[in-house]
C-alpha cells in the first residue's frame, strides 16, 4: 500500500468493506510486525500527550519562552463558559483548545506533531472536543486517529507537509484537511465522504503562506491553530451533510503541491515576508531576536567611488549600471558564450525594466559587455547576432531589495543560476547562486569552488591562498548535505590567475570545477 493516492484507499476500503483507520492499522502491522494491541496502545500514549496539551494550555495560562504569546487558549476557554458568544459556546472550545496546544508547544511543552509542530493544535483540538462531547469512546477516538495518519501520509507524499517548501497551506492545511476527515470517519461517515472531507478543508486553505514573525512558531501560527480547528468541524459536517468536493481530493492535493512551489521563499518559512515583514513584526524580530536586521554586517557602501562611480552609461546607476554589473557576473560564472537567458524580475526592476533600459543592460551583461560599453543601447542587436535566445518575466522572488533579478543563463554546456540585487550606486549584490544562499559584490576578484563536503577542505584552501600570496577579503561556504555537493566563494584582493587555479586542483582533489569572477 503506497498511500500516495487517497482515490485508492476509498476504493480499497469500498472493496474491502472497511474503513481507512483499518487499513492504516493493516498496514503498520505488516511493516513493524507488530500486534494489533501493541499498536493501538501506542496510538494512545499519543493520545495522551494530545489530551495533556489541550487540558494544560486551556485550564491554565501558558506563556511562550520568548514571552511574545501565551494565555489566549485560557482566554478563549474562560470567555466561552460565559455563553455570550457568537459561535456556539461549547463549540468554540475547539478553537481554545487549539489555541492551548500550540502555546504549549511555543512554551516548550509536550506536544504531538501532527502533521507539524506549527500545526499541532489542530487535530489535538477537534478530538479532545469530540471526547469532552460524550458522544464518543475513547476507543473510538484513538482509532480515528490512524485515520489521520494516512490522510496525512498521502499529502505528504503527494505534496509536501512543510512550511518551509509548501508555505502554511502545507502544516495547517494539511492538518485541517486531516481533522477533517478523521472527525467524519469517526461519526461513521463512509470512506468516500472522508475524501470530500479532506477536499473540501484543503481548498479552503490553498495559498495560506508560511510567514511567522521571528521565524518563530507564535504569531501567526498561534492563531491559525484556532481557527482551522472550526473549519476543519465545519468541513466534516458538511462532507456528512452529502456536500461533495467537485475537484477531487487528490486534484486538490496537488494544487496544494504546485501553489507551494510557485510561492515565493520569502513566504515560506523564511520569517521574511508576509506578517513577519511588516513594521511590526520586523519590530518584534528586534526585541526577540536582539538584533537589527540592518546589523548584520559591514557597511555595503565602503569606498569613495560607491559614491563617485561608477562609469557607466545611462539612465540608471541602479537599473542599468547595476544590471549589467548583474549580467556580467553571470556571463563570468556561465564560463561559455551564453545561448539562452531567462531573466525573471520583481519589485521596481519588473515595473520600470523597459523605461530604464534594465532589459537592455541585463542583456548587455550576460553578453560580457561592462557599464562603459557604447553597444548597451544595442544589446538586443547584438544578442540576435550572436544567436542569443531570451525573455523576461515577472515574479516576487522574495524579500530582497526592489530591484532584484534571477537570472537562469545556458551555454552549450551548462547551465547556472544567479539572484541577484542592484543596491543603488551601481553597487550590487549576489544573493544566490545555484540555490545556494552565497553573497557576493563581484567589486574584488571571486573564487567560485565547486567541491564536495570533506573535513579540511577550507583548512587547505586558506593555507595555499596563504602561500601564494593571496589575502583574503571574505569567504563563505554553503553545503547541501554532509559529505555531499558544496560551493565555496573566496573573495580576494589580487587578481586571479590560471595558475592558482591550477594549484588549487591539483592540491584539493574534491574540488570539481572553480569559477572566476574578476572584478566588475
Not at 494565555?71 to 478563549?76: C, P, Q, S, W, Y
Not at 502544516?171 to 470512506?191: H, R, W, Y
Not at 551548462?414 to 553573497?439: C, M, N, R, T
Amino acid at each position: 500500500m503506497s498511500f500516495k493516492n487517497l482515490q485508492e484507499l476509498i476504493e480499497m476500503a469500498e472493496q474491502e468493506n472497511t474503513t481507512l483507520s483499518e487499513l492504516m492499522i493493516n498496514a503498520e502491522m505488516v511493516q513493524k510486525g507488530l500486534s494489533r494491541e501493541t499498536i493501538f496502545e501506542k496510538m494512545s500514549e499519543q493520545f495522551s500527550v494530545m489530551e495533556e496539551a489541550v487540558r494544560r494550555g486551556t485550564q491554565s495560562p501558558v506563556m511562550s519562552r520568548t514571552g511574545l504569546t501565551g494565555g489566549d487558549g485560557n482566554r478563549l476557554y474562560e470567555y466561552a463558559k460565559k455563553g455570550n458568544t457568537f459561535v456556539d459556546a461549547t463549540t468554540l472550545n475547539v478553537s481554545a483548545n487549539a489555541l492551548g496546544v500550540s502555546e504549549v508547544n511555543a512554551a516548550m511543552g509536550r506536544i504531538i506533531a501532527t502533521p507539524t509542530a506549527g500545526s499541532a493544535g489542530i487535530l489535538p483540538a477537534v478530538l479532545i472536543h469530540a471526547l469532552d462531547s460524550g458522544r464518543f469512546s475513547r476507543d473510538q477516538i484513538v482509532q480515528s486517529i490512524f485515520t489521520a495518519s494516512a490522510l496525512g501520509l498521502v499529502i505528504a507524499n503527494k505534496a509536501s507537509i512543510s512550511g518551509a517548501e509548501g508555505g502554511c497551506q502545507a502544516e495547517i492545511g494539511s492538518a485541517t484537511a486531516m481533522a477533517a476527515g478523521t472527525l467524519v470517519e469517526l461519526a461513521g461517515g463512509t470512506p468516500r465522504q472522508v475524501g470530500n472531507a479532506v477536499g473540501i478543508a484543503l481548498k479552503n486553505s490553498l495559498g495560506l503562506v508560511c510567514d511567522p514573525v521571528a521565524g518563530l512558531v507564535e504569531i501567526p501560527c498561534i492563531y491559525r491553530n484556532g481557527l482551522h480547528a472550526l473549519t476543519a468541524q465545519a468541513a466534516a459536517d458538511m462532507a456528512l451533510a452529502g456536500v461533495v468536493s467537485i475537484i477531487p481530493p487528490d486534484e486538490v492535493i496537488q494544487v496544494m503541491h504546485e501553489v507551494g512551489q510557485q510561492m515565493p521563499e520569502s513566504l515560506r518559512e523564511t520569517g521574511i515576508g508576509g506578517l513577519a515583514g511588516t513594521p511590526t513584526g520586523q519590530k518584534l524580530k528586534e526585541k526577540i531576536l536582539g538584533r537589527k536586521p540592518t546589523d548584520s554586517g559591514p557597511a555595503k557602501f565602503q569606498s569613495a567611488y560607491d559614491i563617485i562611480g561608477p562609469i557607466m552609461v545611462g539612465p540608471s546607476s541602479s537599473h542599468t549600471a547595476g544590471a549589467v554589473r548583474i549580467g556580467n557576473i553571470a556571463h563570468q560564472l556561465l564560463n561559455e558564450k551564453p545561448l539562452y537567458a531567462k531573466f525573471t524580475l520583481m519589485g521596481s526592476f519588473a515595473e520600470t525594466y523597459q523605461g530604464h533600459g534594465t532589459d537592455l543592460a541585463l542583456l548587455a551583461g550576460v553578453l560580457g559587455l561592462t557599464t562603459m560599453d557604447d553597444d548597451i543601447p544595442n544589446a538586443k542587436e547584438v544578442a540576435e547576432n550572436q544567436g542569443l535566445k531570451y525573455e523576461f518575466t515577472k515574479r516576487v522572488l522574495g524579500s530582497y531589495h526592489p530591484n532584484t533579478v534571477l537570472i537562469e543563463l545556458a551555454g552549450e554546456a551548462h547551465k547556472i543560476k544567479v539572484l541577484a540585487s542592484s543596491l543603488g550606486g551601481g553597487k550590487v549584490e549576489v544573493q544566490e547562486f545555484e540555490d545556494y544562499p552565497l553573497k557576493f559584490s563581484g567589486e574584488r576578484p571571486t573564487l567560485v569552488i565547486r567541491h564536495i563536503d570533506k573535513r579540511g577542505v577550507i583548512a587547505e584552501l586558506s593555507k595555499i591562498l596563504q602561500v601564494t600570496g593571496f589575502n583574503i577579503a571574505r569567504m563563505a561556504n554553503e553545503r547541501s548535505k554532509i559529505q555531499g555537493p558544496a560551493i565555496t566563494i573566496c573573495e580576494v584582493d589580487a587578481t586571479i590567475d590560471e595558475g592558482l587555479l591550477n594549484i588549487l586542483k591539483s592540491e584539493i582533489p574534491t574540488i570539481e570545477e572553480i569559477l572566476v569572477v574578476q572584478t566588475v
